[in-house]
């Protein structure tokens, strides 16, 4: 079984996953866009690297796998089609990967990328979800390849996961997504409640993920497309006539994307 998971810095503000087994001594990470503090971590805790989930192709997340694969020879997870040199087992929506004892589900979530997976296990107390960059604290990736259907449709798809998931996104961009939702939904009680614990963890330099799909399903605009609270704000702010939540999420992007 998994005995913890641990941030590991890299770059300006990406986190890199380290999923701990203490039997085997063993360790997992997810997205290594960086080899050198994945390198250093694993020597100062004398731990063994075993796999490497990937979830998109960007190279944030993937720049450390041909170096670190050379090292420890781990298996690499990570989505088909696509261009990620490195990867041994490739996957698509429906499969399934063991790791430490525990069952892994994959589901596609494109929109960041074509290529976007996550990784989900619901087999123990606190579920886990690897989600890359489709969904954030507070927030969602931007949509670099595919559409605001596509990203919208993948969101969806992680909200009806089981609230109490931990999610475990890749970058500490939550108190930039809090402005834009507290400029989206201000007057959410549970959003305002939200800026002033995060903002008291950035302050003590503690990261504020992870994070957890409930608190995301309550403070998140993008997972709360169908408020009437976020659709008059998107409405106000982007001149929309349409309510559907598809063209409500498509106008809160482009708002975040100026913003």
């Known amino acids: 079984m998994i005995s913890k998971i641990h941030p590991i810095p890299a770059f300006t503000d990406n986190y890199i996953w380290a999923i701990h087994h203490a039997e085997s001594n063993s360790l997992t990470v997810v997205d290594p866009g960086d080899a050198e503090p994945v390198l250093a971590y694993l020597q100062a805790n004398d731990l063994q690297l075993s796999h490497i989930l990937i979830t998109h192709h960007h190279p944030d997340h993937t720049g450390g ?3 670190l694969a050379d090292t420890y020879h781990p298996t690499v997870y990570g989505p088909q089609p696509s261009n990620i040199k490195g990867i041994t087992h490739f996957l698509h929506e429906g499969d399934t990967i063991e790791l430490y004892g525990l069952q892994f589900q994959l589901l596609e979530v494109p929109g960041h990328t074509l290529d976007h997976i ?3 296990c619901d087999d123990t107390d606190t579920p886990i979800l690897f989600c890359g960059d489709t ?3 507070a927030g969602c990736g931007r949509i670099f390849e595919g559409t605001p259907e596509m990203m919208f449709d993948s969101l969806s798809k992680l909200a009806k996961l089981n609230p109490k998931a931990a ?3 890749t970058h500490e961009y939550t108190m930039a997504n809090l402005k834009f939702a507290m400029a989206a939904d201000g007057e959410n009680p549970a959003l305002q409640t939200r800026v002033a ?3 008291e963890k950035r302050e003590s330099d503690q990261p504020t993920l992870p ?3 409930a608190l995301e399903l309550d403070t998140n605009p993008f997972l709360r497309c169908d408020q009437s609270a976020v659709v008059q704000s998107v409405s106000a702010q982007m001149g ?9 999420f498509a106008a809160l992007r482009s708002w975040k994307d100026n913003f």
């Open 197 to 199: 614990k995060e903002k």
């Open 135 to 137: 969904l954030f604290a």
């Open 65 to 67: 796998l041909a170096k």
């Open 211 to 213: 994070s957890s799909l």
């Open 240 to 248: 929309i006539s349409d309510s559907d939540s598809v063209s409500v």
């Open 118 to 120: 996550a990784y989900y």
């Open 167 to 169: 999610v475990y996104c």
